[in-house]
């Protein structure tokens, strides 16, 4: 009886150990939704920027697009701009942003800096927008295909390799 006693926590440990062994490799940005392959949630957010729509759910109808979550206060979201703007300069996705707990002057002072690739912006100071979305970070990034459907979601921000082999290939196969 003892001698089980002394084994038992040795094999929880042990138990334990395995399980987070198993997972070392797994990418920490592959984070799984529940929306994907769901409609976008319904929400309807204030727009950042006077002339220029906020967004909302019924806005991702009829061809596929894309949402980026960001924030002025995000240096992740300041590396991936770049990529923002060439998907929708040089690829033609339309792209619209969501930006996420901050404050509205410096959200559009950051916009003044970097360049603005969006159709559309919505202000969510409050994250409510995006809990609806289940966004809990910034940078988030999401492809909409036609239908209003979520079809992909990538937690921080976005790198070349991510652009040309998920996110660009996605893009395409949606598109047909």
């Known amino acids: 009886m003892t001698r089980a006693l002394f084994l038992l926590p040795l094999l929880i440990f042990g138990a334990v150990a395995g399980y987070f062994f198993v997972r070392l490799g797994d990418d920490a940005s592959v984070v799984p939704s529940a929306l994907i392959d769901k409609p976008v949630p319904a929400l309807e957010t204030a727009p950042l920027l006077a002339g220029k729509p906020g967004v909302k759910n019924t806005d991702f109808q009829g061809e596929v697009k894309v949402l980026n979550v960001w924030a002025s206060w995000c240096i992740p979201c300041r590396a991936e701009h770049p990529l923002v703007t060439r998907l929708a300069e040089e690829e033609g996705v339309p792209v619209y942003g969501l930006n996420w707990k901050d404050r509205q002057n410096a959200a559009i002072a950051?916009?003044?800096?970097?360049?603005?690739?969006?159709?559309?912006?919505?202000?969510?100071?409050?994250?409510?927008?995006?809990?609806?979305?289940?966004?809990?970070?910034?940078?988030?990034?999401?492809?909409?295909d036609k239908d209003g459907r979520i079809r992909y979601k990538r937690t921080g921000p976005i790198s070349p390799a991510v652009m040309e082999e998920e996110i660009l290939p996605l893009i395409r196969d949606l598109r047909q």
């Open 110 to 144: 950051w916009l003044d800096e970097l360049g603005d690739p969006y159709g559309k912006i919505g202000f969510d100071e409050s994250g409510r927008a995006g809990i609806e979305l289940g966004v809990y970070g910034v940078p988030e990034t999401y492809v909409i």
